[in-house]
């Protein structure tokens, strides 16, 4: 099974690499910095950050994590200019906070993953029909989870901010200094105006829109997977770079984050092929199912993901590992799969605020460190858990 999730691995390579080019693009971080003119005061500045970042995270994991970054730094530098005392480690955790939403997004990796028939049966086995996304993601159940986190952590980050200037960590001058620009050399040969000219980026991207509200149209918006997700985005990110030659420029900086990805969902496939063929899977749901009952398994599912998240620090590979023992269990107590595939989601998402692998694009950015952010973090990663256990009683 070692190879078995290669097509999985580069749908999530392009989740992160489209959605960091997109944030990268001139249009964006104009948008970017006038957003960062605009709070008044402490509380403005962290709800600004952090509502901007979830947001863009429920599109695109890969977009929120480096919009938030990005908006935390110039943020940090226009109220440094300004005179307003900010404390630059909390506008970095607000920043992050797109990754505690992101699997309630339309890039989640399991609830993606179930709209599509082939994939069900590749990683699930024969037997469970494609679930749409309007039980998963447009699920009264997401949608009031997603609504109350929006809501709840930027107003918590806000009141985290510490009150004595003793305590206050202001951005470092020179850490929001903008890249020099790529100097143009040499000869304009024919290869070269193609590359440099926006037009040609225009016109593919007007093809690729084309042809995605064909697919969608037929489709429908409700069994999108990733391919289609991961289409969209580039399709915006050509239209919003200036040439061809900015484009691949900005994917070439955005691939530098999927070395963990690549690296480890072969290992994650090899052991999904293991349990798999060993029967550990069906033990493991027949053991769960018998020692719980039909309203514990979502918060049960939620609590187990959030764990295993700490070891593997990939949604998607956790899906492929985890996927199959959840779903089996949640037939054998005939509870709603649809509510235990989104209890499995928010569970890898949540202790994404302890587990701070998927932080290192915007330490990199910021230049902040994991132990200034973390405190914060794993914090609210507590204060929201009664949101979460709440709605799984609920609905």
Same mark, same amino acid.
């Given at each position: 099974?070692?190879?078995?999730?290669?097509?999985?691995?580069?749908?999530?390579?392009?989740?992160?690499?489209?959605?960091?080019?997109?944030?990268?693009?001139?249009?964006?971080?104009?948008?970017?910095?006038?957003?960062?003119?605009?709070?008044?005061?402490?509380?403005?500045?962290?709800?600004?950050?952090?509502?901007?970042?979830?947001?863009?995270?429920?599109?695109?994991?890969?977009?929120?994590?480096?919009?938030?970054?990005?908006?935390?730094?110039?943020?940090? !530098?226009?109220?440094?200019?300004?005179?307003? $005392?900010?404390?630059?480690?909390?506008?970095?955790? !607000?920043?992050?906070?797109?990754?505690?939403?992101?699997?309630?997004?339309?890039?989640?990796?399991?609830?993606?993953?179930?709209?599509?028939?082939?994939?069900?049966?590749?990683?699930?086995? /024969?037997?469970?029909?494609?679930?749409?996304?309007?039980?998963?993601?447009?699920?009264?159940?997401?949608?009031?989870?997603?609504?109350?986190?929006?809501?709840?952590?930027?107003?918590?980050?806000?009141?985290?901010?510490?009150?004595?200037?003793?305590?206050?960590?202001?951005?470092? /001058?020179?850490?929001?200094?903008?890249?020099? /620009? /790529?100097?143009?050399?040499?000869?304009?040969?024919?290869?070269?105006?193609?590359?440099?000219?926006?037009?040609?980026?225009?016109?593919?991207?007007?093809?690729?829109?084309?042809?995605?509200?064909?697919?969608?149209?037929?489709?429908?918006?409700?069994?999108?997977?990733?391919?289609?997700?991961?289409?969209?985005?580039?399709?915006?990110?050509?239209?919003?770079?200036?040439?061809?030659?900015?484009?691949?420029?900005?994917?070439?900086?955005?691939?530098?984050?999927?070395?963990?990805?690549?690296?480890?969902?072969?290992?994650?496939?090899?052991?999904?092929?293991?349990?798999?063929?060993?029967?550990?899977?069906?033990?493991?749901?027949?053991?769960?199912? !018998?020692?719980?009952?039909?309203?514990?398994?979502?918060?049960?599912?939620?609590?187990?993901?959030?764990?295993?998240?700490?070891?593997?620090?990939?949604?998607?590979? $956790?899906?492929?590992?985890?996927?199959?023992?959840?779903?089996?269990?949640?037939?054998?107590?005939?509870?709603?799969?649809?509510?235990?595939?989104?209890?499995?989601?928010?569970?890898?998402?949540?202790?994404?605020?302890?587990?701070?692998?998927?932080?290192?694009?915007?330490?990199?950015?910021?230049?902040?460190?994991?132990?200034?952010?973390?405190?914060?973090?794993?914090?609210?990663?507590?204060?929201?858990?009664?949101?979460?256990?709440?709605?799984?009683?609920?609905?």
């Amino acid at each position: 099974g070692f190879w078995k999730l290669l097509t999985f691995s580069m749908q999530m390579c392009l989740i992160l690499v489209t959605g960091h080019a997109l944030a990268s693009s001139p249009p964006l971080e104009r948008a970017i910095r006038a957003l960062a003119s605009l709070p008044r005061s402490v509380t403005q500045a962290v709800v600004l950050t952090s509502l901007v970042a979830m947001c863009a995270a429920l599109l695109n994991w890969g977009l929120g994590l480096i919009v938030g970054a990005l908006l935390a730094r110039e943020v940090a !530098a226009s109220a440094r200019k300004r005179g307003l $005392q900010l404390h630059y480690p909390i506008l970095g955790a !607000a920043g992050y906070t797109g990754l505690l939403v992101w699997h309630g997004g339309l890039s989640g990796s399991a609830p993606l993953k179930v709209t599509q028939s082939q994939e069900m049966v590749k990683i699930l086995g /024969e037997g469970v029909p494609p679930i749409p996304l309007s039980e998963t993601l447009f699920s009264p159940m997401n949608l009031t989870i997603v609504g109350l986190l929006l809501v709840t952590v930027p107003l918590l980050l806000a009141w985290m901010h510490p009150d004595d200037p003793g305590d206050i960590e202001e951005i470092a /001058e020179g850490v929001n200094a903008a890249p020099s /620009e /790529e100097e143009h050399t040499g000869a304009w040969t024919p290869a070269r105006r193609v590359e440099e000219s926006p037009i040609f980026a225009w016109v593919l991207s007007l093809m690729i829109g084309a042809y995605l509200v064909s697919y969608l149209g037929k489709l429908g918006v409700d069994r999108i997977g990733p391919n289609g997700i991961n289409l969209t985005f580039l399709c915006l990110g050509l239209a919003l770079h200036a040439s061809p030659r900015a484009y691949a420029n900005a994917i070439g900086e955005a691939t530098r984050g999927c070395a963990g990805i690549i690296l480890q969902f072969p290992l994650y496939a090899g052991v999904m092929g293991m349990m798999a063929l060993s029967g550990l899977v069906t033990e493991l749901a027949s053991t769960l199912s !018998a020692s719980v009952s039909p309203e514990a398994l979502a918060p049960i599912t939620f609590l187990s993901a959030g764990g295993v998240n700490i070891f593997v620090p990939s949604g998607g590979g $956790q899906w492929a590992l985890q996927g199959p023992v959840v779903v089996e269990t949640a037939r054998a107590l005939d509870v709603s799969l649809s509510k235990v595939i989104m209890a499995f989601a928010h569970g890898d998402a949540w202790t994404n605020m302890l587990q701070p692998f998927w932080a290192l694009p915007l330490l990199g950015i910021t230049g902040l460190r994991a132990s200034q952010l973390v405190g914060y973090t794993a914090t609210l990663m507590l204060l929201v858990l009664p949101i979460f256990m709440g709605c799984f009683f609920i609905f």
